[in-house]
Antibody
Framework: EVQLVESGGGLVNPGGSLRLSCAAS????????MNWVRQAPGKGLEWVGR??????????DYSAPVRGRFTISRDDSKNTLFLQTNSLKTDDTAVYYC?????????????WGQGTLVTVSS | QSVLTQPPSVSGTPGQRVIISCSGS????????VYWYHQLPGTAPKLLLY???QRPSGVPDRFSGSKSGTSASLAIDGLRSEDEADYYC???????????FGGGTKLTVL
């Protein structure tokens, strides 16, 4: 069974930074494409970005609102996904979910973690 | 403003059939598969349908999906109280090069 456990959320001032982590188990993490999806309080889902497996180039794609401020990375030796968030804005307040892509193509958003809450406020 | 358009809410009585629509464009639904997720209150979203109409194991056949042109729909037959949740459609947008979602539809079982 796939388990995804996010951590690192909290309260941060506007302009600040946070590093979120997602510990994965129950899957071949090094071959997995991984995503971050966020959900502002009382709002819908918004894709943040994706990192491909290293064997497929490790390419990272971001949504327009976070490009240049957020960085997705992975440590396959620790089965862990990261989201470095910089220059945070109040609009970045959300629950951040770690999401796997399916193994089969065309890949889709498959398994979701329980999320970690990031609150940007002074 | 979401790229995909869903009705904010739908409702039905137990046993009834409800349909949730999802409208997109030629850069997303028109050329890509549609996926549906449901989110129970206070929990993470969960995959409900993949590749337009495929059910993951464990999803009852009361849930079905279809796609035509730039629109898709989710149908729930034999509505049950435990179906009360938020439902989201999603797909890959080729112009934005990213996943896009509908704004979500809150299903209320009366």
């Amino acid at each position: 069974e796939v388990q995804l456990v996010e951590s690192g959320g909290g309260l941060v001032n506007p302009g600040g930074s946070l590093r979120l982590s997602c510990a994965a188990s129950g899957l071949s993490f090094s071959y997995a494409w991984m995503n971050w999806v966020r959900q502002a309080p009382g709002k819908g889902l918004e894709w943040v970005g994706r990192i491909k497996s290293q064997s497929e180039g490790g390419t990272v794609d971001y949504s327009a609102p976070v490009r240049g401020r957020f960085t997705i990375s992975r440590d396959d030796s620790k089965n862990t996904l990261f989201l470095q968030t910089n220059s945070l804005k109040t609009d970045d307040t959300a629950v951040y979910y770690c999401v796997t892509n399916s193994n089969s193509s065309p890949r889709y958003l498959d398994q979701w973690g329980q999320g970690t809450l990031v609150t940007v406020s002074s | 403003q979401s790229v995909l358009t869903q009705p904010p809410s739908v409702s039905g009585t137990p046993g009834q059939r409800v349909i949730i629509s999802c409208s997109g464009s030629s850069s997303n639904i028109g050329v890509r598969n549609v996926y549906w997720y449901h989110q129970l209150p206070g929990t993470a979203p969960k995959l409900l349908l993949y590749r337009n109409d495929q059910r993951p194991s464990g999803v009852p056949d009361r849930f079905s999906g279809s796609k035509s042109g730039t629109s898709a729909s989710l149908a729930i037959d034999g509505l049950r109280s435990e179906d009360e949740a938020d439902y989201y459609c999603a797909t890959w947008d080729t112009s934005l090069s990213g996943w896009v979602f509908g704004g979500g539809t809150k299903l209320t079982v009366l």
